[in-house]
């Protein structure tokens, strides 16, 4: 797969994630996390190009994505990916709280999605 596939294969997951959630289907939407979630991996093995390329999805038109980017690149493109989750930070519903919660972890020190 092509790095511009990971990338679009971890969109896709993301935002199958939260639609499978708000539709209260969580069995669903752990499926898709592990996708997404391997999804990263696959680009992590790619190094910092593999990270580079998922920073793209920063501008995706759904919040839930950009948050899910920033938050697994905040090691990476700190900068960037602070930026973005205090953005969706402001405002209110689970995808705001997702990103709250990444910064606090973060500032706490206990943020771990991409250690390597």
Do not use: P
């Amino acid at each position: 797969m092509t790095l511009d596939e990971l990338v679009e294969q971890f969109a896709q997951n993301v935002a199958a994630q939260t639609d499978a959630i708000w539709r209260g289907d969580a069995k669903t939407g752990n499926k898709h996390a592990k996708k997404y979630g391997a999804a990263f991996d696959q680009l992590r093995a790619h190094g910092n190009a593999g990270r580079d390329a998922l920073a793209v999805l920063f501008n995706h038109s759904r919040m839930d994505v950009r948050v899910m980017a920033a938050a697994h690149l905040l090691r990476h493109r700190t900068a960037e990916s602070k930026a973005v989750l205090e953005q969706a930070a402001r405002g209110e519903g689970l995808v705001s709280f997702k990103a709250e919660q990444a910064l606090k972890r973060w500032a706490e020190g206990a943020w771990a999605l991409d250690l390597e």
